[in-house]
């Protein structure tokens, strides 16, 4: 048997594989087999390697401009975690490999750093047990709702309802409605926070679980936090951590000493490995002892001789929620990245982050309004009311940053904000960097005042020019 590729376009000669390249004949069901040659393009490296590179050159990437989405922690990620990725020893495990062969440990290292992995973002969240499994934050919500939904199960309860304030991120309402609850949302008070008396009233004995960010997607710590925990253990409700933004409180606080139960954990955000474009992510879902029996299958357990193997005699398990044992590569780099920058370190990565939203935010105050004055965590948002007003929304002032550079903020997010733009500057950006992005941003809020109707041909420097977004977002054929 041969196997023939076919280059594409006239007068191109078929490119034939050794024989000895090829599996034997009658070892591949015909059913299978090519009768034609595939239409491959005939190119050469460096055509290929050209088209990739004006590609990646069309991309905003951490990696190439400064990127301050709001809710997305886009730092920076040491490349030295990649190295260690790479390493022979990782890049070629593979995960039906089995954990021992004849005394011989093939997978030991592995599992440790998974075990490694737990252990430290059990310190760092002040919870007691970790899963790996899930492979984003979203990912991390279902399992932590499902795990909810699991413990009042064994207790003989059908509960109803699982309470998100309403600046809470959409994956929240998303993951209690995939998992079987129906969602109480609570409006956000003035001060930016969830208000505690509707919460009081919405929560009762139907009430499986409170879902809450802190700080917040306003960038706001709520100092009521353990009062609002203690409420809804009184009223046998579990307490859910989203831990998107850790960034902001590494070091300072735990979401365990706080009275949460459940947290997961952007790895993607705090932990160093980079994210965007749905690429791999983690989100490690953390619970208190009493859940830990509920935790999705495989665990890994270090016997009293010291060696690490898989358990998955777990009866109360919810099972399943990814193959295997989470994106490895994404937990590897993440362990590097704490074992690098150690307790200190990863204190010092919130009290920069914390200090450069300040900072952002005091110089920015006079030229946008700030829908919530109080002091900020990691992230604030802006609202853009006063140049709307003139014609210019949080959209074309996110266009006009394309053109100098930048990477917008996110934008009409959250959604109790009026022509909200949400600021994450993270703690891998420099003074300098800093006072770039200010700049521009005063002068835009000048040219709003000034020209606005500049602002409709943003961005000029975009291949596409301006996007039609109606267009894009109802006329899915445009995709195809
Ligand atoms: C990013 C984010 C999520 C979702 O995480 P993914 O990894 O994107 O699924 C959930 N909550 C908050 C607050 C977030 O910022």
Redo the contacts with the bound molecule.
Sequence with gaps: MELIFRRSGPGKEGVRLPARDCPPAGAIDPRYTRTEAAELPGLSEPEVVRHFTRLSRMNFGVDSHFYPLG???MKYNPKFLEKIANLECFASLHPLQPQLVKGATLTQGALEVINGLERALCEISGMDEFTTHPM??????LTGVMLIAAYHKSKGERRKYILIPDS?????PASAAIAGYEVRSITTDENGVMDIAEFEKALDREAAGVML?CP??LGIFNPRIKEIADMAHEAGALMYY????LNAIMGKARPGDLGFDIV?L?I??TFGTP?GG?GP?A?PVGVKEYLAPFLPVSRVIKGTDGAFALDYDRPFSIGYIAPFYGNFAVLLKAYVYILLLGGEGLRRVSEHAVLNANYLKSRLEHHYDIPYAENCMHEFVISAARQAERGVHAIDIAKALIDRGIHPPTVYFPLNVKEAIMIEPTETESRETLDRFIDVMIELAGLAEKDPAAFREFPKTAPVGRLDEVKAARDMDLCA
Excluded at 168 to 172: D, E, L
Excluded at 242 to 245: E, L, P, T, V
Aim: negative net charge; hydrophobic residues 10%.
């Design positions: 809710s997305c922690t984003a934050g979203a990912h991390g919500e809470g991120h959409g994956t929240n960010t917040n997607t989203d831990g998107a933004n997961h952007n993607h955000k994210h749905g992510g989100g």
